[in-house]
């Protein structure tokens, strides 16, 4: 079965400093694929960053990287340069062919980034 | 569109009514899932279609729910009888179906049973 798991209920982090949120995955696919997205207060679900589990490359997308380790079966999220507009739930997800494509979350971690 | 669109954004009914929610996925994407959240915590998958046709229906309770996506409507997820612990936000969310594309979500509906 596949599971995230997410270890990291809510964090404080000072503004600008760098954050990193936990995710580790379980899977027997050797085809996958590793999502965070972020949810404000608002509610919405915005779409980070995308890993691949053939991405030889870390992935990269602004002040976002994620720090993939497929061996240690983790994929954690790093934040640059935090702003007070990153507080918000980060959720962790897996998609692969064994869930048919739904997405396995994990529990998520809130983030708060303070002045 | 260029944007998953739920409606309506909260919906409001007593224990034993039926809820009705509704979703328009992304022009050109031909798989559609339902998500549940409830209390801002873990998502629960519900169901997953591919155009028309049901994908994955593992995540439904079978006896009150009930979904479609029917060719030039927005796709629906019907909830019969609903119930206290009904209460959650829905998710509704598509992607091409490539698997590294991500899913992009809409806004959810916010459905309170009273």
């Known amino acids: 079965a596949q599971k995230i798991t997410q270890t990291q209920p809510g964090m404080f982090v000072q503004e600008k400093e760098a954050v990193t949120l936990d995710c580790t995955y379980d899977?027997?696919?050797?085809?996958?694929?590793l999502f965070w997205y972020k949810q404000p207060s608002s509610g919405e679900m915005i779409f980070l960053i995308y890993?691949?589990?053939?991405d030889e490359q870390n992935a990269t997308e602004g002040r976002y990287s994620l720090n993939f380790q497929k061996a240690r079966k983790s994929a954690n999220l790093v934040i640059s340069a935090s702003q007070l507009g990153d507080s918000a739930m980060y959720f962790c997800?897996?998609?692969?062919?064994?869930?048919?494509?739904?997405?396995?979350w994990g529990a998520g971690t809130k983030l708060i980034i303070k002045p | 569109g260029e944007e998953v669109a739920q409606t309506p954004k909260h919906l409001v009914r007593g224990e034993g009514q039926k809820a009705k929610l509704y979703c328009a996925p992304i022009?050109?994407?031909?798989?559609v899932f339902w998500y549940q959240q409830v209390l801002k915590n873990e998502f629960k998958f519900l169901i997953s279609?591919?155009?028309?046709?049901?994908?994955?229906e593992t995540g439904m309770p079978k006896e009150r729910f009930s979904a479609k996506c029917l060719p030039n409507s927005p796709c629906s997820l019907e909830i019969q009888a609903t119930k206290l612990e009904d209460s959650a936000v829905y998710f509704c969310?598509?992607?091409?179906?490539?698997?590294?594309?991500?899913?992009?979500f809409g806004d959810g509906t916010r459905l309170s049973i009273l």
């Open positions: 997800a897996m998609r692969g062919t064994d869930s048919n494509y739904q997405l396995i």
């Open positions: 890993q691949g589990s053939y």
């Open positions: 279609f591919q155009n028309e046709n049901v994908f994955d």
């Open positions: 969310a598509s992607t091409k179906g490539d698997s590294n594309q991500p899913q992009h």
């Open positions: 022009k050109g994407h031909s798989y």
């Open positions: 899977t027997s696919d050797q085809s996958y694929g």
